[in-house]
């Protein structure tokens, strides 16, 4: 069974950063795209990045594409997105989501919070 803990929210002021976690606990076997995704209270949720544990390509969102970053560490068994430059629009609860093949798994969510 494979579970994702996701860590690393807060609160910080617009222009501030944030590092998200998240960690894979058990085993995938085959390739998978894990990343985030995101949601505001009265909002769709909403892909934020991936990255694919085949190629290493990673993928963002317009509206964050240059201000975040996503990344890996197969030996932790983690994934990262480090925020920076944060905005008050990306207030959201993050969930950390992994899918191969044949299966999804999700994360628990992580509350952000950047105020004006």
């Known amino acids: 069974e494979v579970q994702l803990v996701a860590s690393g929210g807060g609160l910080v002021q617009a222009g501030g950063s944030l590092r998200l976690s998240c960690a894979a606990a058990g085993f995938i076997t085959d390739d998978y795209v894990i990343g985030w995704f995101r949601q505001a209270p009265g909002k769709e949720r909403e892909g934020v990045s991936c990255i694919s544990s ?29 925020m ?11 969930y950390c989501a992994a899918s191969t093949t044949w299966n999804t798994y999700w994360g628990q969510g992580t509350q952000v919070t950047v105020s004006s």
């Open 54 to 82: 085949s190629d290493g390509t990673a993928y963002y969102e317009d509206s964050v594409n240059g201000r975040f970053t996503i990344s890996s560490d197969n030996a932790k068994n983690s994934v990262y997105l480090q």
């Open 84 to 94: 920076n430059s944060l905005k008050p629009e990306d207030t959201a609860v993050y």
